[in-house]
């Protein structure tokens, strides 16, 4: 099995989204307490990394967000959460949303939506690959304005796939 990650070009959304495409210390907001605009982060153009021609057979899908962590009044149990789905083109619509809930401020780490095996209930080709977009949406913020849903750095997808195998060519009556 072979891993190939996915980077973006173009970020539409969330507070400061377009630091979300750019692998350093800035960050990006998921917040629903400012404004609607905030609420939905969604990336695309996969012309940001390399694409393969052909991605073989596609296991599974792992959305990787670094340095995520969400904020909280002070002494309240973290419970805010937010929703990731995958655009994909043959069915010309988004996957079922996976909610994920960040860890607390003091516990930032890289979270993984996904996962290896995890195809998010499709089959992927490798024109759904190549034009693929992340959303990032739906936050919940239970402790109101005080809250933010998501902060983070940086957003890409982990492709596993199993390439097809090609048999080296034979000669045949060859002396």
């Known amino acids: 099995m072979a891993t190939h990650s996915i980077l973006f070009a173009v970020a539409e959304g969330g507070y400061n989204g377009s630091n979300a495409i750019v692998n350093n210390t800035s960050q990006f907001y998921l ?63 988004f996957t079922d949303a996976i909610t994920t809930t960040p860890p607390s401020a003091d516990e930032a780490a890289n979270i993984e939506i996904g996962g290896s095996t995890n195809t998010w209930g499709k089959t992927w080709s490798t024109s759904d690959i190549n034009n693929m977009q992340v959303r990032l949406n739906n936050p919940a913020e239970p402790h109101g304005g005080d809250s933010i849903a998501l902060l983070a750095t940086f957003v890409y997808v982990i492709v596993d796939l199993s390439l097809i195998h090609i048999s080296e060519p034979t000669r045949l009556g060859m002396i």
């Open 31 to 93: 917040d629903l307490g400012k404004t609607s605009s905030y609420a939905t982060l969604t990336l695309s153009d996969t012309s940001a990394g390399e694409n393969l021609l052909d991605y073989g057979t596609v296991n599974g899908l792992t959305v990787r967000v670094e340095d995520a962590y969400q904020t909280v009044p002070e002494g309240a149990v973290p419970a805010n959460t937010f929703d990731t789905a995958i655009l994909h083109t043959s069915s010309d619509g």
